[in-house]
C-alpha cells in the first residue's frame, strides 16, 4: 500500500502479487471462518503482505484468544490500520462542525430575537416620547430605552464571544484538516509524497509546461534486488533501507524539488521526482 484517495487506501502491487496474496489470503481466511467482505479481504490482505507490521501484531492476539473475530474488531482493525485512522479524523472534524453550526445558529437566533423585541420597545418608547406630557414621562421613557440599550449592548457582546470561539474552534480543525490532507499524500513508511501525489503533481506539471512553455525533469531511482534484502535479512531490514534512502533524498532535494516513493515493497521502487517550472 503506497497511498490514500480521501481516506481510501491505494495499492501498486503487481498483478503477480496480487494473485499470491489472493492463494494465501482465502485460505487464511477460510480457517478462520472469516466473510470474504471488502473490510475483511483488505484487513487479511494487509496480513499475508506483511507490509502492516502493526496489523498483524494486533490480528495475531486477536486469533490468539480462539475466539471468532467479530464485526466491530474487524471493523476497528480496518479503521486503526487499513485507513491509517483518517476515518476516525473525519468522523470528528465532522462532528466539531455540526456542533459549532449548531451552537452559532443558536446564539445568533437567540441574538435575532432579543434585537427584534428591542426594535419593539424602541418603537414603542418613540411613541410614548410623543404623547409625553411632563419631564417625569419622558424620563421613564428614557429610561426604558437605556436599559433596552445596556440589553441590546450585552447581547451583541455575548454573540461576539460566540462567533470568537467558533472562529478559534474553526480554525482549529483547518489544522485538522491539513494535517489529514498532508496524511492523504505522504508515503506513511517513508515520509515521501505518495504514489497518488506522483500522479497528481506530474499532471499539474504537464499541464504547466504545456500552457506556459515551462520545463521540467524526472529523475528515477531503483533500487536494485531490493527484494534479495527482503528475502535475505526480512522487510523489517527492508524498511531500514527504503527510509534510509528516503531520507538521503529528502536531505538532497531544494524546495522546489518533489521526492515520492512511487512503487511498493514488492517491486522494490522508490522514483524521486523533481519538479521545475523552469531551468537551463
Request: proline fraction near 1%; glycine fraction near 4%.
Given at each position: ?29 477460510m ?42 474488531q ?39 430575537d432579543?434585537?427584534s ?39 451583541s ?8 470561539e ?18 492523504a499524500?505522504?508515503?506513511?513508511l ?5 504514489r ?11 499541464e ?7 520545463d ?26 527504503l ?38
Open positions: 500500500m503506497t497511498g490514500f484517495t480521501s481516506f481510501l487506501p491505494s495499492y501498486d502491487a503487481s498483478p503477480e502479487q496480487n494473485a499470491q496474496y489472493l492463494r494465501q489470503t482465502l485460505p487464511l481466511m480457517k478462520n471462518n472469516i466473510s470474504a467482505d471488502p473490510i475483511n479481504y483488505a484487513i487479511w490482505y494487509e496480513y499475508v503482505s506483511g507490509n502492516n507490521v502493526q496489523l498483524k501484531k494486533d490480528l495475531d492476539e486477536l486469533l490468539s484468544l480462539n475466539q471468532q473475530l467479530t464485526t466491530e474487524s471493523v476497528e482493525l480496518y479503521k486503526k490500520h487499513v485507513c491509517n485512522a483518517s476515518i476516525e479524523s473525519f468522523e470528528k472534524i465532522n462532528r466539531e462542525l455540526q456542533k459549532i453550526l449548531n451552537d452559532t445558529t443558536q446564539s445568533v437566533g437567540l441574538a435575532s432579543k434585537v423585541k428591542a426594535e419593539a420597545s424602541f418603537n414603542h418608547s418613540a411613541n410614548e416620547l410623543e404623547s409625553a406630557n411632563s419631564n417625569d414621562d419622558i424620563k421613564s421613557v428614557l429610561s426604558q430605552v437605556l436599559a433596552e440599550t445596556k440589553l441590546l449592548a450585552e447581547t457582546q455575548v454573540l461576539k464571544s460566540k462567533l470568537d467558533a472562529n478559534e474552534e474553526m480554525d482549529q480543525m483547518r489544522k485538522e484538516l491539513t494535517l489529514v490532507r498532508e496524511v499524500v505522504t508515503d506513511a517513508t515520509g515521501l509524497l505518495n497518488r501525489a506522483f500522479d497528481d503533481i506530474l499532471a499539474e506539471l504537464l504547466k509546461s504545456s500552457s506556459e512553455q515551462g521540467f525533469c524526472l529523475a528515477i531511482l531503483d533500487l536494485d534486488h531490493f527484494k534479495k534484502i527482503n528475502d535475505t535479512f526480512g522487510h523489517l531490514t527492508g524498511d531500514k533501507v527510509r534510509y534512502t528516503a531520507g538521503i533524498m529528502k536531505q538532497k532535494i531544494s524546495d522546489n524539488h518533489f521526492a515520492a516513493r512511487y512503487g511498493g515493497r514488492g517491486n522494490g521502487r522508490h522514483y524521486a521526482k523533481y519538479g521545475f517550472k523552469r531551468f537551463s
